[in-house]
């Protein structure tokens, strides 16, 4: 299978299946006098080719064009051979045309998916729609009666995002400022991926209806009580991790990144 991706590659190799017999492979000496030397792949060797075969869903190795998190289809086949929404590819092609990077990842996707699904008659609310990656994770779980509303400061990128869910009601794009969103208050889920995070989390609480999950991505995993980022501690994410408010912990999402979870306490 070809990559989608224009640029310079590196021919895969051929591998062999479950139908080919082994074969040998030959290593030539670079003199004739040394007697040669010949391998056979072993059966574990074959089958974890074929294993991370299948898990690249059948990416060449070779393909130097761009890095995972830039392309799309390589993005969505780390996942382990795992479905991905048509609405979550369409959002992840139209964030590589736009040159946008800052989408969240299929792990913390999945998580978006499971917060919306356990609200099936929800608000759900999402500062910072970026292309639409996130929302369409949202969208993904949403429940036949919920409601999903998100906020994007940039104007177009709001209206490419809003482009994507024109046939669904139930889901309204907001151009301008996260407080947009209060209007729409209190929320069942709110991942908050984008204003108020940082600027007023006490509201960003606030906006929470009792029960109500928030999920807030893109932090630097810290074995320290407090937790510490750059040799500091990080005052946000504690703030988050020990509010009055919210029982709440933190999540490893990949082996370099994480992800907070709260709950609004009843």
């Known amino acids: ?26 290593i030539r000496p670079s003199t004739a006098t040394t007697p040669r030397t010949t391998v056979r792949p072993s059966d574990r060797q074959r089958s974890d080719r074929r294993v991370r075969r299948a898990q690249t869903g059948g990416v060449p ?9 830039s392309c799309p289809r390589r993005r969505g086949a780390v996942m382990t051979g795992r479905a991905v929404p048509p609405r979550v590819v369409a959002a992840q092609c139209a964030a590589s045309e ?8 299929p792990e913390v996707g999945r998580l ?10 929800g608000i759900i609310a999402e500062s910072g729609t970026g292309s639409g990656v996130g929302t369409a994770w949202l969208h993904s779980g949403l429940g036949s009666r919920a ?3 998100t906020a994007e400061h940039d104007v177009v990128l709001a209206r490419r ?41 006490e509201r960003v609480v ?6 109500g999950l928030l999920i807030l991505d893109d932090f630097t995993p810290s074995p320290h009580w407090p937790p510490r980022f750059d040799g500091e501690v990080d005052e946000l994410r504690t703030f988050y991790l020990t509010h009055p408010s919210l029982d709440a912990t933190e999540i490893l999402t990949t082996p370099v990144s994480s992800a907070v979870v709260g709950a609004r306490r009843l």
């Open 112 to 121: 978006l998916r499971l917060a919306a699904a356990a609200k099936p008659h």
């Open 1 to 26: 299978m070809r990559c989608c991706c224009p640029g310079p590659r590196i021919p895969a190799v051929k591998r062999l299946t479950a139908s080919h017999s082994p074969r040998a492979l030959t």
């Open 206 to 211: 606030d906006l929470l209806a009792p029960g």
């Open 61 to 69: 190795y070779g393909c130097l064009c761009r890095p995972i998190a």
């Open 147 to 149: 409601r999903l509303t």
């Open 161 to 201: 995002a809003a482009g994507l869910f024109a046939d669904d009601d139930r889901v309204h794009v907001l151009a301008g400022d996260w407080r947009l969103l209060e209007q729409h208050a209190p929320f069942d889920v709110f991942f908050c991926d984008g204003g108020g995070k940082r600027d007023d989390p």
């Open 98 to 105: 736009a040159g946008f990077t800052k989408s969240c990842t």
